[in-house]
């Protein structure tokens, strides 16, 4: 089946420590991106990228990083710049121009103790 | 910068009622607007959308939304819901290319048997 897989779905770690979310579609999209979710200010979007080997900022970036690499994959990395990690984290792909049909992986809930 | 805001947080139902999610957009010019859904474990999907035309648009499992260009409203409508569309509910729209979307914070509609 076509899909988004993330993983893990649930992790914790340390403060001072970076963690490496994985992002893999088999949908041939060539559009991917990483949005954050807390409760009550719905999803806001840390990283995209339109094409392999190039990615842009959201609006949240600061404290995360990205690559592509593959045109399946699009790891996030939180690191310990960031100052708020705990959240739910979501991965999208897209393969329509513009559409805003995103399609979403089931997520990614990090806790930092 | 385009935002989205939903007044409603939480939304408690019962089986049959009526059921109309408010969505207000900041931009003036031409949007393109969408309602995301997610059900309790599984990955949020589109619902419904609008780009142009006709201002009410139907989406999957009874819902629609009318578009209000003077009110900037794109409020979500079903006439009887059902336990089953207990859910998060998040309108967002398109800002600028790239499949960017932003997200409104979302409400959370329960409904009881």
């Known amino acids: 089946d076509g899909g988004i897989t993330q993983s893990p779905k649930y992790l914790f770690r340390k403060e001072g420590q970076n963690v490496t979310l994985s992002c893999e579609q088999n949908?041939?999209?060539?559009?991917m991106y990483w949005y954050r979710q807390d409760p009550g200010q719905g999803l806001r979007l840390i990283y995209y990228?339109?094409?392999?080997?190039?990615?842009q900022k959201g609006d949240i970036a600061e404290g995360y990083s990205v690559s592509r690499e593959k045109k399946e994959s699009f790891p996030l990395t939180v690191t310990s710049a960031q100052k708020n990690p705990t959240a739910f984290y979501l991965c999208?792909?897209?393969?329509?121009?513009?559409?805003?049909?995103?399609?979403f992986g089931e997520g990614s809930r990090l806790t930092v103790l | 910068a385009q935002s989205v805001s939903q007044h409603n947080h939480h939304v408690i139902l019962s089986e049959a009622a009526s059921l109309e999610l408010g969505c207000n957009y900041s931009?003036?010019?031409?949007?393109?607007l969408f309602w995301y859904v997610q059900y309790p474990g599984q990955h949020l999907q589109l619902l419904l959308k609008?780009?142009?035309?006709?201002?009410l648009v139907k989406g999957i499992k009874g819902f629609e939304a009318e578009f209000i260009k003077s009110k900037f409203s794109f409020n979500l409508r079903k006439p009887s819901v059902q336990w089953s569309d207990t859910a998060e509910y998040f309108c967002?729209?398109?800002?600028?290319?790239?499949?960017?979307?932003?997200f409104g914070a979302g409400t959370r509609l329960a409904v009881h048997p």
């Open positions: 990228s339109q094409i392999v080997n190039d990615f």
């Open positions: 949908l041939n999209h060539d559009a």
């Open positions: 609008y780009f142009s035309g006709d201002p």
């Open positions: 931009y003036g010019g031409t949007v393109n």
């Open positions: 967002a729209v398109l800002s600028g290319g790239y499949n960017k979307l932003i």
């Open positions: 999208a792909s897209t393969g329509g121009a513009n559409t805003g049909e995103l399609f």
